[in-house]
């Protein structure tokens, strides 16, 4: 049985990877400051062990405690905004947190590493959809910080060996109502669990960011990709590497793109309930259409997301109103 390290496995993304793994009989052991992560979210069959990945004797000592076979790398700040105002807390968390997994990593001689990358390292793009070899010019240290680490692993694996997977995301959502683990960050950003904050009534209208983009309906595009299938590219992508597969970097999204109008009607069809919205001025730094070409995952791992909008906003609806106040209750 092979045991797969995983950092920032009781975040939102990191759960639902953790689960996956579980359900597949691969021994999972989970790392996770809980700063943003949740306790709650590590399901029973997975280990938890408290800690920081910048804390290179902590890493030491889980990778001594158990036989890491290969690591999976969720563990990072994540909110665009936030990096904007404090560059160094990004730079500092999320590269230097992987340094320190890199530096167990080749301590330990464990060789692959799956890296959780962002559709933030393309910022402004030339075209639609958005292909791997595209410019990379992020608008903001988050998406700076996540190119940053793909270099790092690229020069790694020239000199220590270290094969990897950076996989850029669109906008995961969703969740897995089944093992009861959802969204839950604080504050809360993204667009689908704000909708469903409103029809929950724990707001009592969404904001749209600008209804003047060049898109059909004037608000932005983006390529929504549900958490589930996600985390299924991963594991595609671990087994992949196992197999002596090209390191490299892939795009993970549905290859379909929605706009802000459309989540709120597709929500509101859903949920039943009525959710007001307000237009409201643009956010900074927001580009109008985000959407993959999903081609390459498709081609070279055998990816093939499964679940659409609909099921995405539905899964996401069991979960909120399931759990009003996340995994508080
Ligand atoms: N939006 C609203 N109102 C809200 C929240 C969001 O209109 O209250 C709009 C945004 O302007 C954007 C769309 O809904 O057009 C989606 O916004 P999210 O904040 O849900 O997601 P982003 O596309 O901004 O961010 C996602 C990931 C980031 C990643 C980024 C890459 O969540 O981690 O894509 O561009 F960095």
């Known amino acids: 049985m092979k045991t797969i390290l995983v950092a920032g496995g009781a975040g939102y993304i990191g759960s639902h990877m953790s689960a996956l793994l579980t359900e597949k009989g691969y ?153 009861e683990i959802g969204e839950d960050h604080y504050p809360e950003t993204h667009l689908i669990p704000i909708v469903l904050q409103c029809a929950l009534g724990k707001r009592d209208h969404v904001g749209i960011f600008g209804d003047d983009y060049p898109t059909a309906d004037g608000t932005c595009v983006r390529d929504y990709i549900h958490v589930r299938d996600l985390v299924s590219a991963h594991l595609l992508a671990l087994e992949y590497l196992d197999r002596g597969g090209e390191s490299g970097a892939f795009n993970l999204g549905s290859g379909d793109g929605y706009s802000v109008k459309e989540i709120i009607e597709t929500a509101r069809r859903v949920t039943g309930k009525p959710i007001s919205a307000v237009t409201e001025p643009r956010r900074a730094g927001d580009p109008s259409v985000l959407i993959a070409s999903n081609k390459k995952a498709r081609e070279v791992l055998g990816w093939t997301p499964e679940r659409g909008l609909e099921k995405i906003i539905s899964d996401a609806w069991a979960w909120h109103s399931g759990h009003p106040n996340g995994y508080e209750g």
């Open 27 to 179: 021994e999972v052991v989970v790392v996770d400051n809980l700063c943003t992560g949740h306790w709650q979210a590590v399901k029973g069959g997975a280990k938890l062990r408290v800690g920081d990945l910048r804390d290179g004797a902590f890493l030491d000592r889980v990778f001594s405690e158990f036989p890491i076979d290969g690591v999976i790398n969720f563990a990072a700040f994540s909110l665009v905004g936030e990096s904007v105002a404090d560059p160094l807390k990004y730079y500092g968390n999320n590269v230097s947190g992987s340094v320190s997994m890199l530096t167990a990593m080749k301590n330990h001689g464990v060789e692959n590493i799956v890296f959780s990358s962002t559709a933030a390292t393309y910022g402004e793009p030339e075209k639609q959809p958005i292909e791997e070899t595209d410019r990379t010019e992020p608008s903001n240290p988050y998406g700076a910080s996540k190119l940053a680490i793909e270099g790092l692993l690229k020069w790694s694996g020239r000199a220590y060996g270290i094969r990897y997977a950076a996989l850029r995301y669109f906008n995961a959502a969703g969740a897995n109502p089944e093992v």
